[in-house]
């Protein structure tokens, strides 16, 4: 028998076992929320691959194009999420998930119809782009907003463990059959076939339906948030405001989207090592950079994994103690310069930041109240592409000027020290963030 208190790996085993077939998260609705995410994810990969690799070639073979692409998917969502938070809360979530995928399809459908008629050119890829994210933006905090009318509060951990792994596995293989698949086709037509599973996705998520109610303010400990709290407040001005308050009255959720944004600063500049690792640290060819990334991205999807376990630390613990390794793992990859340590510790790093983004959305899902819950995802995720912005630059301003070893030394050691003090706050104020 599995001792209480403890990891043990029948306990793991088993929980893995019980979390995939027990009633609340086996159930037809919930299977198909994860199957609907998982293609849009895996299209989501397909998509980004392709039309980094069209951008690459348009520039002949220079990435100002790639990073300004980045740029507009990460400063677009920033400027218009708030008050797309106050639609989501307005309109049938599914439904809104469903067409915000659909217009995706059309969308990206659109280049590989225009490279038949001429060759693409920088504007025609950055209208499109533009175009998607302004559309889009709102995704994210919508897909999280409509997971509690699909599983009970006390499963939300499990049931982010498992939007986890779905989502990672699909974004993990969609760059891998798009690398199979530009052996045989031009990159502008692999645009059309992930736009079909965009629209596959939409189609999913529009007949699924939510077997739980959607709640007013829980009954049973409404904690700080309760229907007093404003969320009467009328329009896109009232919405936001309201929004504002929750977080700063909330000490829970003013956690979370410090957490949150912790994960966005030193997770964002993480794409930018990868192929210096390669090249400064290992002596490794330019390709060695593809194994580390999806070393990384494996760790993520194994932190999925590790979130179905029994019997485990309170969300913030867990994030805490996540970023504490993390940090130690990051801090080591200099020191130690052969490829196949860092593969290792980049997958450590992985799974030790990963939990940051499922279990604060989990948190926040417990505690909000339906009526409310978009926009104060939006206002979150809005915190979390800011603090991503932020992660980027500076990343990319240090990188410039200082070899990638020194740039690790200092996000560990900032990452160890600021996990320190976060866990020196969780206990010493436990009670208020419980």
């Given amino acids: 028998m599995a001792s209480s208190g403890r990891f043990s790996p029948r306990g793991f085993v088993e929980a893995f076992r019980g979390g995939l077939l027990s009633r609340t998260l086996a159930s037809a609705p919930f299977v198909g929320l994860l199957v609907a995410y998982m293609l849009t994810q895996f299209s989501e990969g397909m998509t980004q691959t392709a039309l980094t690799w069209i951008a690459f070639r348009i520039r002949h073979d220079d990435v100002t194009l790639v990073g300004r692409i980045g740029m507009l998917q990460t400063l677009i969502p920033f400027l218009i999420l708030i008050p797309v938070g106050i639609l989501i809360d307005l309109l049938p979530r599914e439904i809104f998930i469903a067409g915000i995928n659909l217009f995706k399809g059309a969308t990206y459908a659109i280049i590989p119809l225009l490279s038949l008629f001429e060759p693409i050119r920088t504007n025609s890829i950055l209208v499109v782009v533009v175009g998607t994210a302004l559309l889009s933006a709102g995704f994210a905090p919508a897909f999280n907003a409509a997971i509690p009318g699909f599983v009970p509060a006390d499963r939300l951990k499990h049931a982010n463990g498992w939007i986890q792994i779905a989502g990672q596995g699909g974004y993990f293989l969609g760059p891998l059959i798009t690398a199979g698949l530009l052996l045989f086709f031009p990159a502008p037509w692999i645009l059309f076939l992930s736009g079909g599973g965009f629209v596959l996705s939409a189609f999913l998520f529009a007949l699924i339906v939510p077997p739980l109610r959607r709640e007013g303010p829980r009954k049973k400990k409404p904690g700080p948030l309760s229907r007093t709290d404003g ?16 977080l700063l009255r909330s000490p829970v959720l003013l956690m979370c ?59 913030f613990s867990m994030i805490i103690a996540g970023m504490l390794v993390a940090s130690g793992a990051v801090l080591l990859i200099p020191l130690l310069p052969w490829p196949w340590s860092g593969v290792f510790l980049l997958m450590v790093t992985g799974i030790g930041l990963s939990w940051a983004q499922p279990l604060v959305f989990s948190r926040i899902q417990q505690i909000v109240p339906g009526y409310a819950l978009g926009r104060v995802l939006a206002v979150v995720m809005t915190l979390f592409l800011f603090s991503a912005l932020i992660g980027i630059q500076g990343g990319t301003n240090f990188l410039h000027t200082h070899p990638v070893g020194n740039f690790l030394h200092l996000e560990g050691t900032v990452l160890l020290g600021i996990s320190l003090g976060m866990f020196l706050l969780v206990t010493l104020f436990r009670a208020r963030l419980s």
Avoid: C, Q
């Fill in 231 to 246: 969320a009467g407040a009328d329009g896109f001005p009232g919405g936001i405001v309201h929004s504002a308050g929750l």
């Fill in 257 to 315: 989207a410090v957490l949150l944004m912790l994960f966005a600063l030193f997770n964002a500049p993480m794409t930018m090592v990868f192929p210096l690792l390669s090249s400064e640290v290992f002596k490794t060819p330019p390709s060695f950079y593809a194994l580390l990334s999806g070393a990384y991205f494996l760790g993520s999807f194994l932190g999925g994994i590790v979130l179905l376990g029994k019997r485990l630390p309170g969300h």
